[in-house]
């Protein structure tokens, strides 16, 4: 949000979400942009598990000659 001009640097931003399905949650996000580059990122809220799983993921690489 920062890097796209969204938000402004330096300052928190609340982010509100599922209260339309009756599970709402705040997400509080701070980042810092200096040089045009985004340096910090924090992230902060609290969550309630509603699923569990597992993923794979499958790294190809490809060797050049």
Partial sequence: MVA???APSDEQVLIEQGRE???P???S???T???NHVVTVRI???CV???RGE?????WRIETP
């Fill in 4 to 6: 796209h001009a969204v």
């Fill in 21 to 23: 399905v009756r599970r």
């Fill in 25 to 27: 949650s705040n997400i």
């Fill in 29 to 31: 996000v701070h980042a």
């Fill in 33 to 35: 942009k200096r040089d």
């Fill in 44 to 46: 902060g809220g609290n």
């Fill in 49 to 51: 598990d509603i699923l």
């Fill in 55 to 59: 993923a794979t993921i499958a790294i």
